[in-house]
């Protein structure tokens, strides 16, 4: 992977900043996307400090002239994208009773918009190349339902589709597309579902109220958990792996 180059959106933090450490740790040059300027500016600055070949372009998904923009830019810049992340995501909370019209087409424009946006301007510079990987960071809400989740299941479950789909479609180009499907991880995400001291502990406990199994493992997974699934995925040791969705919670959704 060394001397490739890398596109992760959300890559200001959480997820999003793990795989850009990870695949930076490979030797790959990562160019990070994210519409928060000032964080993605300090994550790369770190990453930087670190020794890791990581630059910020902030740019906002959900629009597909900056989609496209920030594709361009990248690959003047950086150099030609051989790998995709899509980790951008964002989380509305709330029964689908009380969820606004904003709440669900916020939540769809960057857990869906995004994905498509950004993997439509990247896969159309990839496959006159004939190769490339992409990997989509999707949730294991998008199969298991989750009371109080339903924009953000049901946008994580059409970004995995969607995923799917393209992979389907520009396989005869050599370009390969997972998904990657994470459980509870610890990340800001995470802890704004948490009310008091007690929140990590029932996450892995469960709550059977909300219909909510544990997770066997007894642990949250940390977001390096994750990276490290999506840098085996774009890697060579996946290179006969398309189409596929790896879930990496801990077993919370008992393997369904």
């Avoid at 740790?25 to 790369?44: F, I, K, P, S």
């Avoid at 994580?156 to 995923?163: G, L």
Wanted: include cysteine.
């Amino acid at each position: 992977m060394e001397n490739k180059v890398a596109l992760v959106t959300g890559a200001a933090g959480g997820i999003g900043a793990a795989v850009a450490r990870a695949l930076g740790g490979h030797g790959v040059a990562v160019a990070a996307v994210d519409r928060d300027a000032h964080r993605l500016e300090q994550t790369a600055e770190k990453l930087a400090a670190d020794g890791l070949r990581v630059e910020a372009f902030p740019a906002d998904v959900t629009s597909s002239a900056e989609a496209e923009s920030v594709a361009d830019r990248v690959e003047r810049s950086v150099g030609p994208v051989e790998f995709l992340v899509n980790a951008a995501g964002v989380l509305r909370l709330g029964e689908v009773g009380r969820l606004t019209d904003e709440d669900w087409a916020h939540t769809f424009a960057v857990n869906a918009g995004g994905v498509f946006h950004v993997s439509r301007a990247v896969v159309n510079r990839m496959v006159p190349r004939k190769r490339g990987a992409i990997v989509t960071v999707a949730s294991n809400a998008a199969g298991t339902p989750r009371t109080e989740m339903a924009a953000y299941a049901a946008s994580k479950a059409a970004a995995s589709m969607f995923t799917k789909c393209l992979g389907l479609e520009v396989a005869r180009h050599g370009i390969r597309c997972n998904v990657v499907a994470p459980g509870s991880t610890v990340t800001p995400m995470l802890r704004s579902m948490w009310h008091d001291e007690s929140g990590p502990q029932r996450t892995i406990d469960g709550r059977p109220e909300a219909f909510k199994v544990g997770i066997p493992l007894g642990r949250l997974a940390d977001p390096s958990d994750v990276a490290d699934a999506v840098v085996f995925l774009l890697s060579d040791h996946a290179s006969h792996i398309t189409l596929h969705d790896l879930t990496v919670d801990g077993g919370a959704s008992l393997g369904v």
